[in-house]
C-alpha cells in the first residue's frame, strides 16, 4: 500500500491551563516576546508492505513546513529598535522530520472483528538545529529557533500501539492507544514529553463507496525535559525578564480532546479500484496546556492511499 496524507494545522492566542491568555497577560508573566499565531502545514508519504499475513512492514516520512508569528514586548523598547523599529516578527522552517520504521502484528480475527499490535522506532533523522531571522544583540540575524519549529525530536523514539476493528455490513467501529516514548536527549539537551493518545471511531455508509465517519481522540503530553541549550533566556538589555515562551520547559505539554468528522471515498471497481481519498476536519473541545503556549485552532487532513 501506498500513502500521501496532507495535513494542515492552525494555532492561534494563547493558553495557559484551561484559560485563554491576551498578548498583555504573557508579558505579565515576564515575557519579552510571546507567539501569537502559527500554522504547521505536514506531507506525509507512507508505504505499507505484508511479507505475511502475520505481519506487515510500514514506513513514514513527513516534510514539515512552519510558520510562527510573534509580538514584542511594547516596553522593551531596545528589542523593537533592533527588529527595525516594528513589534512583530515572523520565523518560519521547513524540511523533512523523523523517519518511522514499524511493524503491524495481528494477534485477533473473527467475522467483522480484527485487532493487531503496532510496534515502530521513530529514528532522529529530522534537524534540530533550524535557524532564521531573529531579532536580539546584533539585529535581526539568523538565531537557533525553539523546538516547535525544529523538524524533529532529535531522539529515538520508540512507538507502541494497540488498535480495534469491527466491521458490519453497513458501518463500523474502533479504538486505538498509542504512545510516543523518547529514549535520550538529545544533542541539544532537551527531551520532549512523551505523549499517551487514545481514540475512538464510527463510520456508516452514506452509499456503496463513500461513508461519514465521526471521532473523539485524547491527547497527553509531559512537559520537555532539561534545556534548549542553543537559545537565549535573558534579553542582555533586561536580564530580569525571559525572552520567549517557547524557549522554556514549563511552556510544553498538558491534554487536549478532539473532535472530528469525515468523509471517505473509496472506489472498489474499475480500473481505479484500490484507490481510497479521506478528508477529515478536527476541532479541539478541550484544552489544558502546562504554562503558557498556542491553542490549536483547526485542522484540516486530506489524506489518499492504494491497495493492491
Do not use: C
Not at 513514514?60 to 523599529?85: C, K, Q, R, T, V
Not at 480484527?114 to 532522529?124: D, I
Not at 538529545?186 to 505523549?195: A, E, K
Not at 469525515?262 to 481510497?276: D, E, M, P, T, V
Amino acid at each position: 500500500m501506498l500513502s500521501f496524507r496532507q495535513m494542515r494545522m492552525k494555532m492561534e492566542g494563547m493558553r495557559s491551563s484551561e484559560t485563554s491568555r491576551a498578548s498583555q497577560d504573557v508579558f505579565n508573566a515576564n515575557y519579552n516576546v510571546t507567539p501569537t499565531r502559527m500554522t504547521m502545514e505536514m506531507t506525509m508519504l507512507g508505504v505499507m508492505y505484508a511479507p505475511s499475513d502475520k505481519m506487515t512492514l510500514f514506513a513514514m516520512l513527513p516534510y514539515l513546513d512552519y510558520s510562527m508569528d510573534h509580538e514584542i514586548f511594547g516596553m522593551a523598547a531596545p528589542l523593537i529598535s533592533l527588529n527595525d523599529g516594528s513589534s512583530t516578527f515572523t520565523t518560519e522552517s521547513s524540511g523533512w522530520g523523523d523517519l518511522k520504521l514499524g511493524t503491524l502484528l495481528p494477534f485477533y480475527k473473527s467475522a467483522g472483528d480484527k485487532a493487531h499490535f503496532g510496534l515502530s522506532f521513530s529514528l532522529p533523522s529530522g534537524s534540530i538545529a533550524e535557524t532564521d531571522l531573529v531579532p536580539g544583540p546584533g539585529g535581526r540575524v539568523q538565531r537557533q529557533l525553539p523546538a516547535p519549529m525544529q523538524m524533529g525530536s532529535g531522539s529515538m523514539e520508540f512507538n507502541p500501539s494497540i488498535t480495534y476493528i469491527s466491521q458490519k455490513e453497513s458501518w463500523s467501529y474502533g479504538a486505538q492507544a498509542k504512545a510516543d516514548i523518547r529514549l535520550n536527549t538529545n544533542h541539544h539537551d532537551f527531551r520532549l514529553g512523551n505523549s499517551l493518545e487514545a481514540s475512538g471511531w464510527i463510520a456508516s455508509k452514506l452509499m456503496d463507496q463513500l461513508s461519514i465517519s465521526g471521532r473523539i481522540a485524547y491527547k497527553y503530553s509531559k512537559k520537555m525535559s532539561g534545556i534548549q541549550s542553543d537559545l537565549s533566556f535573558n534579553p542582555p538589555f533586561a536580564p530580569s525578564r525571559r525572552t520567549v515562551t517557547a524557549a522554556f520547559s514549563e511552556n510544553y505539554g498538558g491534554q487536549r480532546v478532539d473532535a472530528a468528522i469525515g468523509l471517505n471515498y473509496f472506489i472498489n471497481k474499475g480500473s481505479a479500484s484500490g484507490n481510497r481519498i479521506a478528508l477529515e476536519v478536527v476541532s479541539p473541545i478541550f484544552q489544558d496546556l502546562n504554562g503558557l503556549q498556542l491553542e490549536t485552532k483547526l485542522t484540516t487532513i486530506l489524506g489518499w492511499q492504494y491497495s493492491w
